[in-house]
């Protein structure tokens, strides 16, 4: 089972930007569908983000037109670029295959300041 690495949270004030990264043990070029989600305290975990192979994207209404999901095959990575980001995105963001065949990571935690 691939293993997967999530990196780039940080302590950001609101507006600012932050790029997450998630880098893969293996391939994920034969995982059709990889996503980021996120949860924050005393809520359920929410998926922000999805990407397929083909490059097809889905997005949270929350966060349509701040965040951008990427992947690159050849260097196993996935990424989620986050701008204008806001309060309420403070959240421990998670990446993962869609459907989830692996247990989650440990996450990066990603704190918004006014």
């Known amino acids: 089972q691939v293993q997967l690495v999530e990196s780039g949270g940080g302590l950001v004030q609101a507006g600012g930007s932050l790029r997450l990264s998630c880098a893969a043990s293996g391939s994920i070029f034969s995982i059709n569908v990889m996503g980021w989600y996120r949860q924050a305290p005393g809520k359920q975990r929410e998926l922000v983000a999805a990407?397929?192979?083909?490059?097809?994207?889905n997005y949270a209404d929350s966060v349509k037109g701040r965040f951008t999901i990427s992947r690159d095959n050849a260097k196993n990575t996935v990424h989620l670029q986050m701008n204008s980001l806001k309060l309420e995105d403070t959240a421990v963001y998670y990446c993962?295959?869609?459907?989830?065949?692996?247990?989650w990571g440990q996450g990066t935690q990603v704190t918004v300041s006014s």
């Open positions: 993962t295959p869609i459907p989830r065949k692996t247990p």
């Open positions: 990407i397929t192979n083909g490059g097809s994207t």
